[in-house]
């Protein structure tokens, strides 16, 4: 009973704990659950309600079975009593009680030998209990693997995460259609100091451009048999829907790092001398004019885009004082903290030696998710589940965009001591 009524309770804090996790991931990204999410969660309360209900009533049964043995073990229980002798079972003693020591047994065998009857007896005795460890069989967990159950332990490991620094980082928005043209101003209006009263004015025309936004669609799909479905543990289709949800992620994630990166592959470098304090923060703030030169004041760079190595690389300077040379850059998260005053943003799917500047908000993501699919399959009894989302990636100003062209990271001293040995 008390194992059955374990598995309940496992099976009810898995569940509750796939809840949490749906909810936590809402509110981590600052959203409303979605329709998907929100169905789980539901299907998922109404699992939990049953195992509850279950719970309650074998956990009533433990409850009274607690009471019984309670009330038993306060009244002593008869010894067995034959009416003719009374039986006392003694337990067989074993070699440590005959001989505690080394030096026990051999002092009994010397008497034994003298022709001491009673040490003659204990050498017999100790006899008898090798012969009977000699000849019993022992059984082990070894002996009946098929009957010893294999528990599985949840939740399920994933090495996968829902997150997307990038595309976090920059402009979202729903997506109107999968095709759309975004307006953009190609020329202004005209603004000038009159030279006389009554004088022209100046007077230009506005003109309006057009960017063309095309989405993609990503997706995925599995046919996942109905044995399967009712069968495991934990649920599969729960595990399906994270991972679609986690494997979408990354892969937009993805695809919009690699968008960006070509729209600002025609931007000439800014080469940083090297990887000194004085160095980064010149470089820093160079690229910060070029909105600028390019005209576009209203652009200020705000964020600053890294390859996971030169976070590390920036983030390992330090002074001549052997301080940190950017204290606020928090090596505990990446993506928190600043660099000279920029916010750094660390995604994995950018290549070794990114690092560009630029203002968030002038990069856009457009997305619209369908979510998780299902169709039954009943000819074959399987569930066809699938996952699809679109999305679309817009640079609306890439030539205020600054890619900073860093040098190689200097390898730790250990390393140079071994090349230079390996030099002489």
Known sequence: ??????????????????????????????????????????????????????????????????????????????????????????AAPSLTDLFPTAGDYIVTVGRALRGDKAAGEIIDRARTIVERDTTTKHQTTADNPGIIPRPILGPVISLVGSARPFISS?????????????????????????????????????????????????????????????????????????????????????????QFLTSVGANVP???????????????FTAATAPFTAGNPAALPDTLWMSADVWAAIGGIVTTNGLPAFPTLTPGAIGSGEIGGFKPVVDPFFPPGTAILGKGSLAEWYEDVDGLLEVSEPDVLGQLVGYAGYGAFLNTAPEVFTVLALPAAPPPPEAQAATTKAKA
């Open 1 to 90: 009973m008390g194992v059955y009524l374990d598995r309940l309770t496992a099976q009810f804090d898995e569940i509750t704990a796939g809840i949490d996790e749906v909810l936590n991931r809402a509110a981590d990204e600052n959203r409303e659950i979605s329709d998907d999410e929100n169905k789980l969660v539901e299907r998922d309360s109404k699992r939990a309600e049953a195992l509850r209900a279950s719970i309650d009533h074998y956990a009533a049964i433990e409850t009274t079975r607690a009471k019984v043995a309670d009330t038993r073990a306060k009244v002593p229980s008869a010894p067995p009593v034959n009416r003719s002798t009374l039986v006392v079972n003694e």
């Open 170 to 258: 920059i402009s979202t928005k729903p997506l109107p259609a999968g095709a759309f043209d975004r307006p953009q101003i190609t020329q202004h209006v005209a603004v000038g100091k009159q030279t006389a009263e009554k004088s022209r004015t100046e007077s230009e025309k506005l003109l309006l451009g057009k960017l063309p936004v095309t989405a993609s669609t990503y997706a995925g799909h599995l046919n996942v048999s109905r044995q399967d479905i009712k069968w495991s543990q934990p649920g599969i289709m729960q595990i399906l829907a994270e991972d679609f949800a986690y494997v979408y992620a990354i892969t937009t994630d993805e695809d919009a790092v690699a």
């Open 270 to 284: 800014l080469e940083v001398a090297d990887l000194t304090p004085a160095a980064i923060r010149a470089a820093l």
